[in-house]
């Protein structure tokens, strides 16, 4: 019995130094992540690495995907923070080339050689581009402003032929001035204030009145 105290205390004397017993680091935010981020402008995600046994990181890195392809590896700049126990932040910097749908994590292994990977599932963020936008909505105001209230303007006009023309051609560019503002909103929804969509509203509003006031 003495003997296999004996062993059982060499083990754990041989082991806890090799980390056997060490916990898994953790990682969390150290600020809110981006869920939207537009092309070629770096985005920042901040990341604090914490180990209550105080292994310091031997590797950290953030991997991305997008549409299926292999994951990238985005690594760290120079760590905030010397404790581990007390959470070390590392700062990664990534510039999206493309829009789309991305996904994301982190993995980290310690120096107890103990690893973790977060978050999970996975996160995600969306990538847009204002140029491409803002031609898409100069396409539709295009249409809805031309193409659009005569196409109206048609259909008013046979529906009563005997209905005012100017009256008939202001009922086109309502309908026009109404899906631009629609399609403006629905591009820009999630890249502008309310504030701006808001201001946008006014001006649709403001040509509205000037359309149906003209004589």
Do not use: C
């Amino acid at each position: 019995m003495t003997n296999l105290r004996l062993l059982l205390v060499v083990v754990l004397a041989v082991m806890i130094p090799t980390g056997a017993f060490a916990a898994a680091p953790t990682l969390t935010a150290s600020s809110p992540f981006p869920s939207e981020i537009e092309t070629g402008v770096p985005a920042v995600f901040h990341v604090k690495y914490t180990s209550l046994s105080g292994d310091p990181a031997t590797d950290i890195r953030m991997m991305i995907s997008v549409s299926g392809q292999p994951d990238k590896p985005v690594l760290p700049t120079s760590p905030q923070g010397t404790d581990p126990a007390q959470g070390i932040d590392y700062t990664f910097t990534y510039t999206p080339p493309d829009v789309g749908d991305y996904k994301y994590h982190f993995v980290a292994k310690s120096a107890a050689d103990q690893s973790t990977q977060w978050p999970s599932p996975d996160g995600e963020f969306s990538v847009y581009s204002i140029l491409r936008n803002y031609i898409t909505l100069a396409i539709g105001v295009a249409l809805s402003l031309l193409a659009l209230p005569f196409l109206v303007y048609i259909i008013a006009r046979s529906v009563n032929k005997q209905g005012n023309p100017a009256t008939a051609a202001r009922f086109g560019l309502l309908i026009g001035v109404l899906f631009s503002y629609a399609w403006f909103a629905w591009l820009f929804h999630s890249i502008y204030t309310p504030m701006t969509l808001a201001l946008a509203a006014v001006g649709a509003v403001a040509m509205l009145i000037a359309i149906f006031t003209r004589r």
